[in-house]
C-alpha cells in the first residue's frame, strides 16, 4: 500500500471519529500524540518539498461536487457574484512588511500554476481537478513576512452553524510549490459550490485544510486567540487534526 494510502487512511479515520469522542481526555491526547506523528511521518518519509501525485486531464472527473459551505449566505456575496466578483478583494495582513489588497485581476496577473491533483474528503469521497492560481508563496514573498511570522490563516466569507470559518498552516505548506490560490476549475472561473472566487489548494492535506471563499491571508506568530485556538473550523469545533497530511 502508497504511504499517501497509509497516511491518509489514518488521518481520515482519526479526523471523522473524533466528534464523538473528542471531548475527554484521552482521546485528545491520543490526537495529539497522532498528529505530531503524522505530521513528522509525512514530513520524513516524503520530504519537505515532495508533490503530491498530479494526474492527466483526461483524468479529470465529470463532476466535482461541492461540501461544507456550499455558497456565501449574504446580500454581498449575491452582489459581487452578479459582477463576476469584480469587486472582490484579497487581504494579506499581519506579520508582513507590505500589507495587500488584491483584486482578482491583480491575481490573474501573477505567475500561474495549473495542476491536476485529487481532492480527499474526510467524508469518504475523492475526486480529481484541474485548479489554477499563483502560488501562495508568491503573494508571501510580495508581502515580506516578518521573521516571527509562523503560520498562514486563511479568512473566509463563508459561515457553518453561525460560526466563521478559517483555516491555517504552517509555513512549510504555505511555500510548498503546490500550494496556490485557486481561481479556476478544469479551465473556467472556479463554481460558487467550490468556493468562488477564491480557495486554497494545499494539495498534501484533506479537503477540510483547502478554505473556500478567501477574503484574507494573515501572517501570525501563534494560532492562540484565533477562533477556538486550534487552528481551524473543524478542528475548533469537532477536534479534527489540524495537521491534515494525506
Known amino acids: 500500500m502508497r504511504r499517501r494510502h497509509v497516511i491518509g487512511s489514518l488521518g481520515a479515520l482519526l479526523a471523522g471519529g473524533c466528534s464523538k469522542i473528542g471531548d475527554s481526555a484521552a482521546p485528545v491526547s491520543l490526537f495529539d500524540s497522532a498528529e505530531r506523528w503524522h505530521k513528522q511521518a509525512q514530513r520524513l518519509l516524503a520530504g519537505r518539498y515532495s508533490l503530491a501525485p498530479e494526474f492527466d486531464r483526461s483524468q479529470v472527473s465529470p463532476y466535482f461536487r461541492g461540501n461544507g459551505s456550499r455558497n456565501v449566505d449574504t446580500p454581498e456575496y449575491a452582489a459581487s457574484a452578479v459582477s463576476g466578483f469584480a469587486d472582490w478583494r484579497l487581504a494579506v495582513t499581519g506579520l508582513v512588511e507590505h500589507p495587500l ?7 490573474h496577473r501573477l505567475p500561474q500554476r495549473t495542476q491536476v491533483t485529487r481532492h480527499d474528503c474526510v467524508e469518504g469521497w475523492s475526486a480529481i481537478g484541474e485548479w489554477t492560481g499563483p502560488r501562495l508563496s508568491t503573494i508571501l514573498r510580495g508581502a515580506a513576512l516578518k521573521p516571527e ?7 473566509c466569507a463563508d459561515t457553518l452553524a453561525g460560526t466563521q470559518y478559517y483555516e491555517s498552516i504552517d509555513l512549510i505548506d504555505a511555500f510548498h510549490p503546490q500550494t496556490i490560490i485557486a481561481h479556476k476549475l478544469n479551465g473556467e472561473p472556479l463554481p460558487v459550490r467550490n468556493g468562488a472566487p477564491l480557495r486554497l489548494r494545499v494539495e498534501r492535506q484533506l479537503g ?3 478554505a473556500k471563499f478567501l477574503t484574507g491571508i494573515e501572517a501570525v506568530a501563534s494560532l492562540a486567540g484565533i477562533g477556538g485556538g486550534k487552528g481551524g473550523y473543524w478542528e475548533d469545533r469537532a ?5 491534515a497530511g494525506i
Open 239 to 243: 477536534g479534527y487534526q489540524w495537521y
Open 101 to 107: 489588497s488584491l483584486s482578482l485581476d491583480n491575481i
Open 149 to 155: 511570522a509562523r503560520f498562514i490563516v486563511l479568512r
Open 208 to 210: 477540510y485544510k483547502h
